[in-house]
């Protein structure tokens, strides 16, 4: 089952930040906050994850806090390409990733 | 890099028929993974394989779902017979081996629709 726990939908205008909250707050001290995307019928890309520390990479960073509890996904200049639907993931033991419902965002013109 | 490839793209068929699924992952993962998405909810994982072992199969409806992977490699799922309910995209993931940068890499899915 998901350990996530995500607002359903966000708007966000074009050409500003998207910052997409996530909250995990049952998520053990080895795994992993990953995050995906899925544009209208094509499978989940990745994006990004992350241990404990903040991650930066050409598509998003990824801020975490100091509990692990929560995570926030920041998309520095949205452009309408980035409306999707995004995921929070936790990488349980084993190598499962378990999908929530996600975040449907969508960026205004 | 080629990715992962599945067919069909779209399969529609009346309810109790069987069907399959077909995945080839990218060439050198190890790890195989299908997901079922229902419209308008996230994926959810289906059964998971570790070269041609079963990992996962705990969310796998065993009495008519069946899922193998030869040598390791191209992997089929199988419904037999189809609900209703079944209707849904069947995705294919697959990821090099476990490890601490394990991505998963999805194919485009095959659309199912059961009539």
């Known amino acids: 089952d998901a350990k996530t726990t995500q607002p359903p939908s966000m708007d966000c205008a074009e050409g500003r930040a998207a910052n997409l909250p996530c909250n995990h707050s049952?998520?053990?001290?080895?795994?992993?906050v990953y995050w995906y995307r899925q544009i209208h019928s094509q499978g989940p890309q990745y994006i990004i994850h992350?241990?404990?520390n903040n991650e930066t990479n050409e598509m998003a960073s990824l801020i975490i806090t100091e509990d692990r509890k929560s995570s926030t996904l920041i998309l520095p200049h949205a452009t309408l390409r980035d409306t999707a639907v995004y995921y929070c993931i936790v990488r349980v033991t084993g190598n499962q990733f378990y999908f929530g419902t996600g975040t449907s965002l969508t960026v205004i013109p | 890099e080629a990715g992962v490839a599945q067919s069909p793209r779209y399969k529609i068929i009346e309810k109790r028929q069987s069907v399959a699924f077909w995945c080839n992952p990218i060439?050198?993962?190890?790890?195989l993974y299908w997901y079922q998405q229902i419209l308008g909810q996230g994926p959810k994982l289906l059964i998971q394989f570790q070269n041609n072992g079963v990992v996962d199969d705990s969310q796998l409806p065993k009495d008519r779902f069946s899922a193998e992977r030869l040598k390791g490699v191209d992997s089929t799922l199988k419904i037999q017979p189809a609900k209703l309910e079944d209707s849904a995209v069947y995705l294919c993931a697959s990821s090099p081996r476990p490890g601490t940068n394990e991505k998963l890499f999805f194919g485009s899915g095959t659309q199912l629709s059961v009539l």
């Open positions: 049952t998520i053990s001290g080895n795994e992993y």
């Open positions: 060439s050198g993962h190890a790890t």
């Open positions: 992350g241990l404990k």
